[in-house]
């Protein structure tokens, strides 16, 4: 997958990963960029600074009809759906049903719209790519937030249900597993000092969006399933893979380091 002269769907673009994600795409020639955002400013100022060839759409991920209506673009059919838009919780067993409820529905629902509203057009026209922001919570679990770490997992393996049954059709699917990333959800939670935060800051380099947007660029190019920006995260999940029981000693003595 080459972004030149591609039409790409952007969600959770108005900042972060998502922002660096569209501004990269149309630095590498996509004919244009849908960049959707909750955040309907935020949304417009990143299409302002792409220009002509991006159009920002408020769009609550959560609705399907919204989600949907992201196929509809002016630019054409689209070739690239980019379902990055995500959610934290922040909390463990005391996470209460809305807040499971709230992130089933944006971080695994929303990959399920994006995939029943692209395909059937991508199919129809010999293929066309999903990639899916599941970060590396979705393979190595992700301390202190359970609704996180839980729905991440479910989006992983929705990836992987869609590419056993769509590759036939041309459709190739991508999962995209960053560590840590310098955005506002990781600065909320160093200010807050948030266990998941902690946890982050002590595994390793933290990413500027705009080089995981340079990874995106690389694995569509090789059409890899799994996206690592931190080739660390391939390291942890062959790890975990080889000795799940000596995988999770070693996680549950990492959390125990980590408390107060």
């Not at 609704?147 to 769509?166: C, D, L, R, S």
């Not at 933290?206 to 996206?227: C, K, N, Q, W, Y």
């Not at 999770?248 to 107060?260: C, K, R, T």
Request: glycine letters at 8%.
């Amino acid at each position: 997958m080459l972004v030149r002269d591609k039409v790409v769907v952007v969600t959770g673009a108005a900042s972060g990963i998502g922002r660096a994600l569209a501004l990269r795409f149309a630095a590498e020639g996509a004919s244009g960029v849908v960049v959707a955002d909750l955040d309907e400013a935020g949304a417009a100022a990143v299409a302002k600074e792409i220009g002509p060839r991006a159009v920002p759409v408020r769009v609550d991920v959560s609705s399907e009809p919204e989600v949907a209506a992201l196929a509809d673009t002016p630019f054409g059919p689209v070739d690239l759906f980019c379902s990055n838009a995500g959610i934290i919780g922040g909390h463990g067993l005391d996470a209460p049903a809305e807040e499971w409820s709230r992130l089933y529905a944006v971080n695994v629902l929303a990959h399920v719209y994006a995939a029943r509203a692209a395909i059937p057009s991508m199919a129809a026209r010999g293929g066309g790519y999903l990639l899916n922001t599941c970060s590396a919570a979705g393979l190595i679990s992700c301390p202190g937030d359970a609704p996180y770490a839980v729905t991440k997992a479910a989006a992983v393996a929705f990836a992987e249900w869609v590419a056993i049954h769509h590759a036939s059709q041309g459709i190739k699917v991508s999962v995209l597993c960053p560590q840590g990333v310098q955005t506002a959800m990781l600065e909320h939670g160093i200010d807050t000092d948030h266990l998941t935060a902690r946890a982050v800051r002590a595994s390793g380099t933290i990413l500027d969006p705009s080089d995981v947007a340079t990874a995106v660029i690389d694995g569509l190019a090789a059409e890899r399933f799994h996206m690592f920006p931190h080739p660390e995260v391939a390291e942890y999940a062959r790890r975990k893979a080889e000795d799940p029981d000596r995988w999770l000693a070693g996680m549950s003595q990492f959390v125990a380091s980590l408390q107060p």
